[in-house]
């Protein structure tokens, strides 16, 4: 088991992912730590595919993985892509631990997310809520495949002594976001569907669910910051929630979105869409004591997001 404060400088660190916002991020963010960055494209080695993983694994002996590699997607993919959703992720989470532990990694950091505590616990969310009561259903197979990675990093950590951590962020958005008009998250879906109103000059643009529901929202630079912090200062079984410790109703949140992005329309709901968990707000006070707070606000990140899909709707294609 390594030392805290762990070392990145000069290790080879993997990110599993890194072509996915979460997995750019971390590539931006690690190109000052001084490591050796190892990636690998899905095309050569499907994190599906067993016997890829292991001889990539053996072969290349990576010292650092960030496992950031996942099939993720808003409340209908998940909604609907159940069998994909839990197959692909706890294939990618027992290989890639698999094979961390067979190849002698120094450090894994697996990435759970905020939908696998019950859908109604106590709020804010705590670490140890976990498994103390029902899932939402419309995310369940994502959310059992993610419990399945952090149960698997933790019994590695009992049986071989693997340092393997776990940490679970809240819902994440910015550069390089899924903007698929069905299959994405609340904060891309609304950037883009604002965006094409905006030009469109359409006089009204709708919204899912309710607009009842509450969510948090951390911008994906912050992510990777605190996921870099949490590498180097943390070792343990426990979770680490990674999140701003604030949220708002995603009526409010539209509000905000139409207001970045200057579209001046109406909105209306169209309540035939789910809604899903009624609030997912994180308990970040572990995060603070390890040393780490978020500091970029809403209105800066969403308009950071935005200018970077503007960027890449306006390039050629
Ligand atoms: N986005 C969010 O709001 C949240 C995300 N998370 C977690 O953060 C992590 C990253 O999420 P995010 O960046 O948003 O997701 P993205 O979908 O943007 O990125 C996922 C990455 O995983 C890669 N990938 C998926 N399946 C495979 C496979 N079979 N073999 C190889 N690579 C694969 C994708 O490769 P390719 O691009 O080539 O398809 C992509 O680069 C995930 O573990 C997710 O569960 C947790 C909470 C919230
Ligand atoms: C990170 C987290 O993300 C997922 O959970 P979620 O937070 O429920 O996902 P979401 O971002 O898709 O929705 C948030 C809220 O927003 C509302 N909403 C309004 N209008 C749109 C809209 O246009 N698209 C979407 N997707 N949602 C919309 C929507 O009705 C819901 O109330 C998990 O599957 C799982 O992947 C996970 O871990």
């Known amino acids: 088991m390594a030392s805290l404060p762990f ?40 994190l599906c595919n067993q016997a890829a993983v292991f001889d990539w694994f053996a072969k290349m002996r990576p010292q650092v993985v960030f496992l950031a590699a996942a099939k993720v997607g808003g409340i209908v993919a998940n909604n609907t892509l159940r069998a994909e959703f839990i197959y692909d992720n706890i294939a990618i989470a027992a290989n890639v631990i698999q094979a961390a532990h067979r190849s002698g990694a120094e450090k894994l950091m697996f990435f759970g997310s905020s939908c696998i505590y019950p859908k109604l616990a106590p709020q804010p969310l705590r670490e140890d809520s976990v498994l103390t009561g029902p899932l939402e259903p419309t995310n369940e197979p994502y959310a059992i495949a993610k419990i399945a990675g952090v149960k698997m990093a933790e019994a590695y950590r009992s049986q071989y002594g693997c340092d393997f951590i776990s940490v679970m962020p809240t819902n994440l958005y910015g550069p390089g976001d899924n903007y698929h008009p069905e299959l994405s998250h609340v904060v891309a879906a609304l950037i883009r569907r604002f965006h094409e109103a905006k030009v469109a000059g359409a006089e009204s643009v709708v ?20 996921c870099v912090h949490l590498m180097k200062t943390y070792s343990g079984a426990e979770l680490v929630n990674i999140g701003t410790g604030e949220d708002i109703t995603i009526a409010e949140f539209a509000r905000v979105v139409a207001e970045v992005v200057g579209y001046r329309g109406a909105f209306s709901f169209d309540t035939s869409r789910p809604d899903g968990t009624p609030r997912k707000l994180l308990d970040v006070s572990r995060l603070e004591r390890l040393g780490w707070r978020a500091t970029t606000s809403l209105e800066e990140g969403l308009k950071r997001a935005y200018e970077a899909y503007q960027a890449g709707t306006l390039a050629p294609a």
């Open 207 to 226: 919204v899912w669910g309710t607009g009842t529901p509450r969510r948090e929202f951390l911008y994906v630079d912050d992510m990777a910051d605190a």
């Open 7 to 46: 070392e990145l400088k000069g290790k080879s660190v993997y990110v599993a992912g890194h072509r996915g916002m979460v997995g750019s991020a971390l590539v931006r963010r690690l190109e000052r730590e001084g490591v050796k960055l190892v990636t690998v494209d899905r095309r050569e080695v499907d």
